[in-house]
């Protein structure tokens, strides 16, 4: 087995387990065409938010999720598709709702 820090393209979590409640979790029509169009998982997406691994976000915004798991702010990841569709997966801040939407459906 490999040592390395991504299976199939997929970041591997030092710790796999969750880090939030995720709530009840929904997708928009925009995101799971753009997942289908990739033959990628959307699940996948979910569980890197879930495990704390925040994607493309910028420092404050990684800062910022850090300290939402401490201050029950909202929780905000971005990835991309394969095909380099950006998407946004957001935990509100009560934790009620995650939900995966594209970038331009914020």
């Known amino acids: ?14 710790n796999n387990q969750p880090r939030f409640p995720l709530g009840q979790c929904a ?18 997406f979910v569980r890197r938010h879930h ?3 925040w994607g493309d976000v910028c420092e404050e915004d990684a800062q910022a999720n850090d300290d939402a ?7 905000l990841s971005v990835y991309f598709t394969k095909n380099y569709t950006k998407l946004y997966v957001i935990t509100e801040a ?3 709702v995650t939900t995966v939407l ?3 459906e914020y």
């Open 27 to 44: 997708a928009t029509p925009g995101a799971i065409d753009a997942v289908a169009e990739t033959g990628e998982d959307l699940g996948s």
């Open 1 to 14: 087995m490999s040592n390395s820090n991504t299976f199939s393209g997929v970041p591997i979590l030092k």
């Open 51 to 53: 495990g704390g691994e």
């Open 94 to 96: 009560d934790r009620s």
């Open 69 to 75: 798991l401490t201050d029950g702010s909202r929780l």
């Open 102 to 104: 594209l970038a331009d």
